[in-house]
């Protein structure tokens, strides 16, 4: 029998399922890594999701893995941006979308409360001044 005429089929890994690179169980133990040093440094970090070598069926996993807590935030900035956090708490799952629609970036992001949401010092400062402007109009 001539080589061109075998018929080669290509079947999952034994515990793969068909599209999984192999890559979202190195993900999750990365964001183990990260989640110990929040809790022992204090320390945020994130993983740009984008930006790894992970399958669409790889992503699912990871979600379906990392499970759904209880706090979802939603932003209106130029595009939805959603943070919505995972059954482990300090874990969160943060997309960002353009104007249309479209994924603009994915990330994990370890942290207390995520950066996007936390008032700039800046925007703290001039809520102030609008609470002493509101006390003295008290009389």
Not at 92 to 102: D, P, S
């Amino acid at each position: 029998m001539k080589l061109d005429r075998i018929p080669i089929v290509s079947v999952p890994a034994p515990g793969r399922a068909a599209g999984l690179s192999g890559n979202a169980p190195v993900v999750l133990r990365e964001i183990a890594q990260k989640v110990r040093r929040l809790v022992d440094a204090n320390e945020a970090s994130t993983i740009d999701l984008l930006a790894m070598p992970l399958t669409a069926a790889d992503l699912e996993w990871l979600r379906e893995s990392l499970g759904n807590g209880e706090t979802h935030i939603s932003l209106d900035a130029g595009g939805e941006s959603r943070l919505d956090e995972t059954s482990c708490p300090g874990v969160w799952w943060v997309t960002h979308h353009n104007g249309q629609g479209g994924v603009a970036s994915a990330f994990i992001e370890v942290a207390v409360v995520p950066e996007l949401v936390k008032a700039p010092i800046d925007d703290v400062a001039a809520g102030l001044e609008r609470l002493d402007l509101l006390i003295s109009d008290l009389g």
